[in-house]
């Protein structure tokens, strides 16, 4: 269910294809919104954010990932898994102390104006999160 749901986001809004889509390792990951399972919006760096004091970014080195926050200096840390699926890859985050995943995807978001940018959508168990990659 979570799949389907992180599928329909990347591909709903605008098409995502693993087409010249580089290594999940070769970007600097930051937080581009978050919303609860039901779509509301929670955060996207506006001042009207109903979650404050984020600035995630999002590290992939080897089969291990950290997830920052740069305001409360927490980290979080785990293991990966991505599987290729049509044009997309589907991406488990192992988070350490827990036993369920948070499964999403790892593609490229097409605008309407052709440009490109490499996108990762996260579920979680109360949230949905997407981040935009950035060359390193």
Same mark, same amino acid.
């Given at each position: @269910?979570?799949? =389907?749901?992180c599928l $329909?986001? =990347?591909?709903g809004?605008c098409g995502c294809?693993?087409?010249?889509t580089?290594?999940?390792s070769?970007? &600097? #990951?930051s937080?581009e #919104?978050?919303?609860? $399972?039901?779509?509301?919006p /929670?955060?996207?760096?506006?001042?009207q954010d +109903? @979650?404050?004091g /984020?600035?995630? +970014? $999002? !590290?992939?080195?080897g089969?291990?990932?950290? $997830?920052?926050?740069n305001v409360?200096?927490q980290? #979080?840390?785990?293991t990966y898994?991505? *599987? &290729?699926v049509h044009n +997309?890859y !589907?991406?488990e985050l192992?988070f *350490?102390n827990s *036993?369920?995943?948070? +499964?999403?995807v790892?593609g490229? !978001?097409?605008?309407?104006?052709?440009s490109?940018?490499a996108?990762?959508t996260?579920?979680t168990?109360?949230?949905? /999160?997407s981040?935009?990659g950035a060359?390193l």
């Open positions: @269910m979570a799949l =389907c749901i $329909l986001l =990347c591909v809004f294809g693993s087409s010249n580089k290594s999940i070769s970007y &600097r #990951w937080l #919104w978050i919303t609860d $399972l039901g779509g509301k /929670l955060f996207s760096g506006s001042d +109903v @979650m404050k /984020l600035d995630l +970014v $999002l !590290r992939f080195d089969k291990n990932f950290a $997830l920052e926050n409360s200096k980290t #979080w840390t785990g898994s991505l *599987e &290729r +997309v !589907r991406l192992f *350490e *036993e369920k995943a948070s +499964v999403g790892y490229t !978001r097409v605008y309407s104006d052709n490109k940018k996108t990762i996260l579920q168990d109360d949230y949905i /999160l981040f935009i060359d």
